[in-house]
Every structure is written in structure tokens, then in C-alpha cells.
């Protein structure tokens, strides 16, 4: 496992953006898929972005696609969730998660599949 930290929540206007960071702890990271999860309140932890070791293979929840942007620097240890036009839905705690896993979006979109998870961090796009 590696530890995770996000970081960039807050507060922003519909339309608005955001970019959330995840840095991880060990190098062992840079061989990991990571993902991002979003878990509003009363509702299940849903998944929002996945993107392989090598940053060559993506895949978006339908509902962001064309808005946000998954992206990683292995030599930082860090994973980034561009998110743009912010929607009030949007609004939610956003964890980002890692794991050893293969290539699958069937695989890399379920959450029981990832070991490793940060703390969270909020994210509130009001109307």
C-alpha cells in the first residue's frame, strides 16, 4: 500500500474550477492505477476518474466527461483531477485511490478494488 494526501477542495461558484492534487508516499506509486471517488452526503462513494501506471489509458464516470481531466507526474508521486465547469452536483468529499491493478474499466471503476485511499477532501459548488 501507499499512503495518500489530496489537497485543492474548497469552495467554488457554479462554472468555476478546481484542481485537486493526491501525493503519495513511495515508489512504488509510480507502477500503480490511480483513481478518483466522490462520496456526497447520503449517497454511496461513486467513481469519477481512473488513469493507468502510465498515464496512456483513461476512463471518465459519463457525467464529467469533457469537464474533468485526470492526470499524473510519476516523478512527483502525484495524481491531479482537473475539474472544470463545476456543477452543484459535483459537490462532494473527493478521495483519491491507488492500486496494483490491470488495465479494466469494469476493474478500475469499483472501489473495492483499490487498497490504498486518502483522507478526502471537500468539494462545494454552490448555485
Known amino acids: 500500500q501507499v499512503q495518500l494526501v489530496e489537497s485543492g477542495g474548497g469552495l467554488v461558484q457554479a462554472g468555476g474550477s478546481l484542481r485537486l492534487s493526491c501525493t503519495a508516499s513511495?515508489?512504488?506509486?509510480?507502477?500503480?492505477?490511480t483513481g478518483w471517488f466522490r462520496q456526497a452526503p447520503g449517497k454511496e462513494r461513486e467513481f469519477v476518474a481512473a488513469?493507468?501506471?502510465?498515464?496512456?489509458?483513461?476512463y471518465y464516470q459519463d457525467s464529467v466527461k469533457g469537464r474533468f481531466t485526470i492526470s499524473r507526474d510519476n516523478a512527483k508521486n502525484t495524481v491531479y483531477l482537473q475539474m472544470n465547469s463545476l456543477k452543484p452536483k459535483d459537490t462532494a468529499v473527493y478521495y483519491c485511490?491507488?492500486?496494483?491493478?490491470?488495465?479494466?474499466?469494469?476493474?478500475?471503476?469499483?472501489?473495492?478494488?483499490?487498497?490504498?485511499w486518502g483522507q478526502g477532501t471537500q468539494v462545494t459548488v454552490s448555485s
Open positions: 485511490a491507488a492500486e496494483s491493478l490491470v488495465w479494466d474499466t469494469v476493474v478500475v471503476t469499483t472501489r473495492h478494488n483499490f487498497g490504498s
Open positions: 488513469l493507468s501506471w502510465s498515464g496512456g489509458s483513461s
Open positions: 513511495g515508489r512504488i506509486f509510480s507502477s500503480y492505477t
